[in-house]
């Protein structure tokens, strides 16, 4: 599985981006997608998590209500829609795909940027 990350860029604080990961090769054996992030000097962490189906979602605590997990399983695209960006938001956005027999992929990564 190959996943490539896009729609990263500078943003004012308050301000949105939609994220979009495009997963290709043996796609129809993925279970979970998720998007993760690694700012400067920390640990990469969750930020949502989406079942295949789309039934199942899951979201750390600091991006509820502000950030939508989606995912178009048709066209192999995850999205992330960021609303209401705030500073501590910054970092680098990784898309992870893990498999029906766990083997898990990640993207390259795109930089999300959100100045004060």
């Known amino acids: 599985v190959q996943l490539v990350e896009s729609g990263g860029g500078l943003v004012q604080a308050g301000g949105s981006l939609r994220l979009s990961c495009a997963a290709s090769?043996?796609?129809?054996?993925?279970?979970?997608m998720g998007w993760y992030r690694q700012a400067p000097g920390k640990q990469r962490e969750l930020v949502a998590i989406i079942t295949t189906d789309g039934g199942i979602t899951n979201y750390r605590d600091s991006v509820k209500g502000r950030f939508t997990i989606s995912r178009d399983v048709s066209k192999n695209l995850l999205y992330l829609q960021m609303n209401n960006l705030k500073p501590e938001d910054t970092a680098v956005y990784y898309c992870?795909?893990?498999?029906?027999?766990?083997?898990?992929?990640w993207g390259q990564g795109t930089q999300v940027t959100v100045s004060s």
């Open positions: 992870r795909s893990d498999l029906i027999l766990g083997q898990i992929y």
């Open positions: 090769g043996s796609t129809f054996s993925i279970n979970v």
